[in-house]
């Protein structure tokens, strides 16, 4: 029986009565705002600091022989060398989210893939953080050519990479020895996907309702 679209469980995105906003922190990269707003289920004002986002994406990169290629990199804030998969901002202006991704996918682990689809969507830490985040699945993957690879530098100048049987992946998610939020879902839903044959994933360009302005 098929089920009421407007009855099925999901997000549901607002626009909140803003009284005011302002910059209390400018950061290198990441701004502190502070907005005192309204809702209805407050009988006053509710004002919230939070750390602005760009937004991002990642990518599941899946080979023929249902590897994920994961990469180590060296985080600050956690003072650790931890397993992610490719990710990076959406900071370039008007570039469509599936356009970063393959960016960040040639940058970072010199791969290319044919074949694009919406993997998950992620809000990183909604209670402080306005990011979002979409992960993608690239499969029919390739090697970009040593002449077009990217020069990598500061952290990103000691990724490693590596492919990882997603059966290992998983387990290792389970054991707990890969905790980064955006790589567990990335593995667990890639591997469910490899589950159900591909079958029913979202294309590239698909809607993004988290994303707006």
Do not use: C
Not at 13 to 28: A, D, H, K, N, Q
Not at 76 to 83: D, L, Q, S, T
Not at 134 to 157: G, Q, S
């Amino acid at each position: 029986m098929a089920r009421d679209e407007d009855s099925m469980i999901r997000d549901e995105f607002v626009e909140p009565e803003m009284l005011s906003t302002e910059i209390v922190y400018r950061g290198l990269v990441w701004n502190v705002v502070r907005d005192t707003f309204r809702l209805p289920e407050s009988d006053e004002p509710i004002t919230r600091d939070y750390v602005e986002h760009p937004g991002a994406v990642a990518v599941a990169a899946v080979d023929p022989d249902d590897r994920i290629m994961l990469i180590q990199q060296y985080r600050h804030p956690i003072r650790a060398r931890e397993w992610e998969v490719p990710a990076g901002l959406l900071d370039v202006a008007g570039e469509p989210a599936h356009l970063t991704a393959q960016r960040e996918l040639h940058e970072e682990v010199d791969l290319r893939a044919a074949t694009w689809n919406v993997l998950a969507d992620q809000l990183s830490s909604p209670g402080g953080l306005s990011e979002t985040l979409r992960i993608f699945l690239a499969r029919d993957v390739a090697e970009v050519p040593e002449a077009e690879r990217f020069a990598r530098d500061a952290e990103e100048n000691g990724i490693v990479p590596r492919w990882v049987p997603l059966a290992e992946a998983k387990e290792a998610v389970v054991a707990g020895r890969i905790t980064n939020a955006t790589a567990v879902i990335a593995i667990l839903q890639a591997e469910l996907a490899r589950q159900r044959g591909w079958d029913g994933l979202r294309p590239a360009d698909a809607a993004w309702p988290a994303r707006r302005g």
